[in-house]
Structure formats: C-alpha cells, structure tokens
C-alpha cells in the first residue's frame, strides 16, 4: 500500500519554463512534507519542506503547494536550469510517528 | 564539516552470506536513519537509532539488524542474503530525531547479492 504516490515516473522540461513535480498521499494524518533531490551516485540532499499548517512554501525558484482536501503537493521549479537535472523525491511524516515514507520518485530532465 | 560517509560503497555478496555496512554521521549529529532503495522504488525505512537507542523501526524482516555506538556512528547488518536484498542501502544523519528533522544523506552502499 502506498502511501506516498508519485505518479510521473520521469518529466522533460525546457531549460529557462516552469518545472511542476507531483506528489500524492493518502493517509490524512500526514503532517508534514519534504522533498529532496538525488543527484546519481549521491545521496539524497533536502530541498524545501512544508507543514499542514501551511498551504504553500518558497525558498528561491523553488515553491512547495499543498492541498489538503485533494491530499496533493507539487513541487514548482521556476526557471528551470540544467542543475536541476536529478530525480526528486517527496516524502511525509506523522507526529505520532516520524518515520519519513518516500514517493518512487520523478526523474527531472532540463533540455538545454 | 564533513558529509556523511558509508563504507563500503559497493558490497558483492552470495545468497545466504551475511553482510555489515557501516555508517559515520556528520560530527554533532546524534540521529542516524537507514533506508534502502530499489529500482523504481522510494526509499524504504529500515530503522533509525537516536543516542544509541533504536526510536523507529521499518516493516523489515528480522534479518535485518542495527546498531549505535556511543560516537554515533551505526552499522547495519543482514543476515541470510537473499536475491531481493540486492539494493542501494543508504544512511541518514541528524541533529534530532525523527524524519521531519533534515536529514543528510551519504552516497549509499550498493549491495549486489548473487
């Protein structure tokens, strides 16, 4: 059962346009977000976060939107640059439980 | 300040060996979580461990085992090999616990079971 859905499993955007990663849930006690990025032959590095008691969060060209009620967050990416070429991640927690649960993943791709 | 590092960083190992892959977390840090990765997959959690002293544990076999030591550093062991252990095993480091704290990752042990 997942939890965490990432359904586009790779997503090719032309350098300088708007990247737009989306990220599903289905457990409604979920409460805080993160997405990371993963570089190959890296590990994982944290990107940007949200908490449920905010419907959106910004740090530079990258914006975080959350949904509640459609139990959806998308990452936007605005403008797209070559670097950000890499696979994302999004992941949830619960305050009960701090495990993170992981999304499969969407591979970016920036045209040039 | 140096990153998290894992050795070793690839591991070939046959069906029913057993294998121990180690973790050291950025200085200060005292929370170290594991996951594991498979194609297609998401990260898995395995365990975490906080002061020695394992907080979380994933939906993982028994065969699957960790550790803390009083430096931080963890090692991650499974016994048994099989087929499907085959994986990129990567380690987690924190200041807190818990996987809403930010999390540095290192580039993971790539173990190859044959």
């Known amino acids: 059962d997942q939890q965490v859905k990432q359904n586009s499993p790779s997503l090719s955007v032309q350098e300088g346009r708007i990247s737009i990663l989306n990220c599903d849930y289905t457990?409604?006690?979920?409460?805080?977000f993160l997405w990371y990025k993963k570089y190959p032959a890296e590990g994982p590095t944290f990107l940007i976060s949200?908490?449920?008691i905010k419907d959106k969060n910004e740090d530079g060209r990258f914006t975080v939107f959350l949904n509640k009620s459609a139990k959806h967050l998308s990452l936007h990416i605005v403008p797209s640059q070559p670097g950000d070429s890499a696979v994302y991640f999004c992941?949830?927690?619960?305050?009960?439980?701090?495990?993170?649960?992981w999304g499969a993943g969407t591979k970016l791709i920036i045209k040039p | 300040k140096a990153g998290v590092t894992q050795t070793p960083r690839y591991l070939i190992k046959t069906r029913g060996q057993q294998v121990t892959l180690s973790c050291s977390p950025i200085?200060?840090?005292?929370?170290v979580s594991w996951y594991q990765q498979t194609p297609g997959q998401g990260l898995q959690f395995l365990f975490e461990?906080?002061?020695?002293?394992?907080?979380n544990k994933g939906n993982f076999p028994g065969r699957f085992s960790g550790r803390q030591f009083s430096n931080s550093r963890s090692e991650m062991n499974v016994s048994t090999l099989e087929l499907g252990d085959s994986a990129l095993y990567l380690c987690?480091?924190?200041?807190?616990?818990?996987?809403?704290?930010?999390?540095?990752f290192g580039p993971g042990t790539r173990l190859t079971v044959l």
């Open positions: 987690a480091s924190s200041f807190l616990a818990g996987g809403n704290n930010e999390q540095f």
């Open positions: 200085s200060g840090h005292r929370s």
């Open positions: 461990y906080f002061s020695e002293t394992q907080r």
């Open positions: 457990n409604s006690m979920f409460d805080y």
């Open positions: 949200i908490s449920s």
């Open positions: 992941a949830a927690s619960e305050a009960s439980n701090y495990q993170l649960i």
